[in-house]
């Protein structure tokens, strides 16, 4: 009988320790196992609705500085267009009439011709300025330019952009200019000034002109494809731009 006894309590305890091994086993393929990584949860509405507003904005930026500058960086996209023509600037205005009811209009118009030509050579240039600038834009940025005007984004921009732009558009204007014979049809149009009897002459530096004229047409041409978006669904071109503002 003790022997009986002494065999069960044997018996017992090897299946004891047995049962033991298997579960620390168990327990350590659980944890050393190559299985996926724990799912997140899914992020908040809010933070859905942030990264959607930020992807949405960065993508109508694309289009819009995109369509902006190959409708400026190309031949006539300045001269062509009256609300960015790059006209003499006031003060020498009053000298270009004269010269022209004098009978040099050709010179005149030589210059207009080739500050506007200086300009749209230049305007590929704020691509990839734009895109860096696009790129850097935190979800603040994101959120203050959806809720706020219609050329909220080009006043971002221009923020962001114009003095990298006006250092990358004064060279490739300084050479248009001059390799299109703009500084020549300048010193015309001031040589002609000074033979005439009581003009009064302005100087004009026409590189840092035609620069700031130049930016001054394309963000005006961002502003249009801005405002495009912003109100006209058929530029939403994209489910995303449908999404973020189709509200």
């Known amino acids: 009988m003790l022997n009986l006894i002494r065999l069960c309590m044997t018996v017992v305890s090897l299946l004891t320790v047995c049962f033991v091994q298997s579960e620390a086993a168990s327990f350590l393929e659980n944890l050393f196992e190559d299985k996926p ?11 859905q ?24 960086g190309k031949t006539d996209g300045y001269f062509g267009n009256s ?11 009053t000298i270009a009439d004269t010269l022209s009811a004098l009978g040099f209009r050709k010179e005149v118009d030589a210059l207009v011709l080739s500050m506007n030509r200086a300009a749209e050579n230049a305007a590929p240039k704020a691509e990839t300025i734009f895109g860096d600038a696009i790129r850097q834009m935190s979800i603040d940025d994101a959120r203050k330019i959806l809720a706020g005007t219609d050329t909220a984004a080009t006043d971002y ?3 962001k ?48 002109y035609v620069t700031n ?9 961002v502003a249009q ?7 006209n669904p058929a530029a ?6 449908r999404t973020v503002f189709g509200k």
């Open 37 to 47: 990584a724990a799912v997140a949860p899914a992020p908040a509405p809010a933070q």
């Open 49 to 72: 609705n942030t990264a959607t507003i930020a992807s949405g904005l960065r993508e109508a930026l694309a289009i819009g500085t995109q369509n902006a500058i190959r409708t400026v």
């Open 83 to 93: 609300l960015i023509k790059i006209l003499l600037p006031e003060k020498l205005r």
């Open 157 to 159: 921009f221009r923020s």
């Open 161 to 208: 952009t114009t003095a990298k732009l006006t250092e990358a558009f004064k060279p490739v204007i300084a050479k248009s200019l001059d390799e299109a014979g703009g500084i020549r049809a300048y010193r015309n149009f001031v040589s002609k000034a000074e033979a005439v009897p009581f003009l009064n002459k302005e100087s004009l530096d026409i590189d840092a």
């Open 213 to 221: 004229k130049a930016l001054e047409g394309l963000f005006t041409m």
């Open 225 to 231: 494809e801005e405002k495009k978006i912003r109100t």
């Open 236 to 241: 939403r071109t994209t489910d995303l731009l």
